[in-house]
Structure formats: C-alpha cells, structure tokens
C-alpha cells in the first residue's frame, strides 16, 4: 500500500513539474513575443524620426510634399527598400509601418501596375503597394490562404503614392474587363474553403482578404474620410485589385466579414459583379473565433484589459475604442447600453454579430437579392450546392469536381486560424460567462443565440 502511495506521489510530482514547467515556457515565450514586438515599433519609430530630419536635409521631403499636392505625377511613387518588418497582431489590419525601408529613388506610377507589384493598403493622405519575387503569387493559397499574409511575408520593395495620384492611375486602369465575383461573409464560416474551390477552376485568380478594403471599411466607421472620399477610395481600390493580369479569365474577392458595410457602395460603383454571402450558425461562428483568438497574445492581452474591472476603470479608452468597431448606428446604439456589463467575447460578439445585422438590412431596406450559402448546406451536399453556386455566379459547371477537391486539405494550413493544425494547442477553454456575454449581446442584436440556427433568405441548397 505504501508503495503504491509513494508511486502516486511521485507521478504527481512529475506532473507538476512539468505542468509547472510548461506554463513557464509558454510565459516566457509570450514575454518574448511581446518584448521584439514592442522593441520593433521602438526601433520604427526611431527610425521615422531620423528619416524625416535626413528626407528634409536631402530634397526628399520636398518632392513628396509636392507629390501630395497634385504635381510631379510622372515622379510622385516613392520606392523603399524593405530591411525589416513586423506587425502586433496577426488579426491587425495593413498599416504602412509594418515596414521599415530605406528610400531609393522616385518613379513612376506605371511601375504598380506589374504583375509582381499589389495593393497593400490605404490610409487617408496615400495607398502603399508592395512588390514580391517573381516567383511568388501573392494571390494563391500555396503562398498562404490570406493575401495579406502572403504580402507581408514576401515584401521587398515598399511603393507610396499620394492618394490624389492613386485616383488618377485607376482611373487610367479603369474598371475591370472581365467577371468579378464579390464574396462577403461573417468570417469562421468556410469562406476561405470556397475561395480556394473557385481557385480551383482555371483562369480565376482569387483573392483571400485584400486588406486594403478592410482600411477602407474602418476608415469609414471611424469617419476618418467623407463619404464620397470613401466612395473614390473604394472605387480606385477595386479598380487596383482588378488590374489586366495575363491569363486571368475572372477574379474572386473576398473580404473580412466587416466590409461588408461596403457592399452597397459596390454594387452602385460595379453593378456588374457577381455576389455571394456566406455564413454558419452564430454558435459555430463564435466558438471558432474563441479558438484562434486565444492564440494570439495581443488579443489574449486586449482581452485582459477589458476583463479586469479595475483596469477597466482606470482605462475606460480601451473598452470605448473598441465602440468603433461595430457596424450600423443602429447596432451600435443597442449595444452601447449593454457593453459594461459584458467581457471581451461579449464585445466580439457585437463586432461579428453587428455586421451579420448589417447585411440583414441590406437585403430588407435596398431590396437586393444576392445568393447566400450557408456552410452546412455545403457540407451536407456539396455537389449540388455547388453545381447551383456554379449556375449562379456564372462558372462552367463541368468544373465542379474539380472545385470540391479542395474540401480535401486544410484551407488555413499554416495559420493560427487552422482549427486543424491547432487543435491540440488551444488550452483555452470557453466559460460559462463567455457563452452567457454573447448570448447577451446576440439577443441584443436580434440574433439567434448559440444554440440556434441562423437562416437567410435567397439560401443555395442544391
């Protein structure tokens, strides 16, 4: 008996220490993640600062402030050479400081319209393109499901042209010559298996997350820009994003599930596209963000903030940003009175929820009727769901087979968004009050909560 009491003991010991252990491990590496993260915007800004004093001694300040006031188009892209990078969070939208480069020379702005040159984002004074190796396809899910991962993966030259300039290049370009297929969503809910069926089909490239539309949408919600320079933003990006390509037939965007704020806009500015929403139940929409969320150390460390009631106090800025980010005035006006009483997944669930609201009212109040295609359907009855989805979006139907192969693959290999490759890593586990703080805020918005179905009309069954 004593034996079998010191045996025990022992394994409870070894248990211990390793557990102990691994927790170690895993707060060292997070405080390590956070220090050279940190220690890079650090180092950036250090850098800005001593490149605005060398731009200004050396006549390169001047002729970008001429640039941005109209003149020198035939010089107005400034071209840096990319020495470093690094971004805060994998979920963080393009900003133009992702990138630490060294200025070359000014050129003109034909130079963005290479093959190997794409838009990375859009600020309000200018775009920024990046350019990749030849060999590299920013576009295809072989470099990485997302494309904005892809070009900041892959970035070697940084362009900047004055957003003034930006407009009168696409408006060279013009708009695009061939189909385009417009594919909104709520996010975690397929939409990238189905970028990656379409990609499946010769001669459409696709594209998984073109950041710039999501600079665009958040420009708008914080009312950075007025709206018709939100419209012409929107318009010069599209019309970038759809550049001629050699042997490109079609082209496929999707974006992050809050632009879709920006579908209306669209479909004024391209009345010709092609369009489909996706979505799941907001149940499995919401477990699938806690997942890879939970795996990101500034989203772990955004939710401390906004789970610990005295931080929340002597910080109220952080809880009333985050305001800024739900779609709708009406949403927001809803929420707003529930929003202190709920934790970080309460808020998330407010941002997701907010846009599936808005895409209800666009179909409701500008009578649009545009296909949606729950994921379940497509789960359940893939050929015929997507034989439909084929017939409706214009696409030879003989290519079918071919599309469902890339049901066979993890379409987010490679990210913490693969609830495949990640599945043993999330230690994380969802609480009672989680679950409660977004039933809350979905009954708020006027969603099913997380035990309900979520049904759209104009649905593809097959």
């Known amino acids: 008996m004593s034996v079998t009491i010191l045996y025990c003991s022992l394994v409870a010991l070894v248990f211990l220490i390793l557990w102990k252990f691994t927790v170690l491990k895993t707060f060292i590496l997070n405080l390590w993640e956070a220090l050279t993260i940190s220690s890079y915007y650090v180092c950036h800004a250090v850098v800005r600062t001593l490149q605005r004093v060398v731009w200004s001694c050396n006549g390169v300040k001047d002729h970008m402030v001429m640039a941005e006031y109209g003149a020198v188009y035939e010089s107005c892209v400034q071209v840096q050479r990319i020495i470093h990078r690094g971004r805060f969070s994998t979920m963080n939208h393009p900003r133009p400081w992702d990138f630490i480069g060294l200025h070359e020379n000014f050129t003109h702005p034909q130079v963005l319209l290479s093959p190997y040159v794409s838009l990375y984002c859009v600020t309000e004074t200018h775009a920024y393109f990046l350019q990749h190796p030849d060999d590299v396809d920013v576009h295809h899910s072989r470099t990485s499901p997302f494309m904005y991962m892809a070009q900041f993966e892959h970035a070697i030259t940084l362009y900047c042209i004055p957003l003034g300039h ?48 999501t600079n665009i949408s958040l420009m708008d919600r914080a009312e950075q820009m007025s709206k018709e320079g939100i419209n012409k933003a929107l318009c010069s990006t599209i019309r970038m994003l759809c550049k001629p390509a050699p042997g490109i037939q079609r082209i496929a965007i999707k974006s992050r599930f809050n632009c879709v704020t920006e579908v209306d806009q669209v479909i004024q500015l391209f009345p010709e596209f092609h369009h489909l929403y996706m979505y799941r139940n907001m149940g499995n929409i ?124 993890d379409t987010q290999k490679g990210t913490i968004l693969s609830n495949i490759s990640n599945s043993s890593n999330n230690l994380r586990k969802m609480t009672g009050q989680d679950v409660r703080d977004m039933n809350v805020m979905l009954s708020v918005l006027g969603l099913p909560d997380m035990n309900e179905e979520l049904r759209l009309p104009n649905g593809i069954c097959g």
């Open 286 to 409: 919401m477990k699938s963000y806690y997942k890879f969320l939970h795996r990101d150390l500034v989203m772990c460390m955004l939710e401390w903030l906004v789970n610990n009631n005295l931080v929340s106090r002597l910080i109220p800025y952080v809880r009333n940003y985050l305001v800024h980010f739900i779609a709708g005035e009406e949403s927001k006006k809803r929420a707003v009175r529930h929003l202190a009483d709920v934790n970080f997944m309460g808020y998330v669930t407010t941002f997701v929820g907010s846009c599936v609201v808005e895409f209800q009212r666009l179909l409701e109040t500008k009578a649009i009727s545009m296909p949606t295609l729950h994921y379940n359907d497509l789960m359940r009855r893939p050929v015929e769901v997507t034989t439909e989805m084929f017939e409706l979006l214009s696409l030879p139907s003989h290519y079918v087979q071919m599309a469902l192969t890339a049901m066979q693959h």
């Open 166 to 213: 930006f407009h009168k290049l696409a408006d060279e370009v013009g708009n695009p010559q061939i189909p385009v297929i417009w594919i909104s969503n709520t996010g975690r809910c397929g939409s990238t298996l189905l970028v990656q069926m379409l990609e499946n089909v010769p001669g459409t490239r696709c594209m998984s997350e073109p950041d710039a539309l």
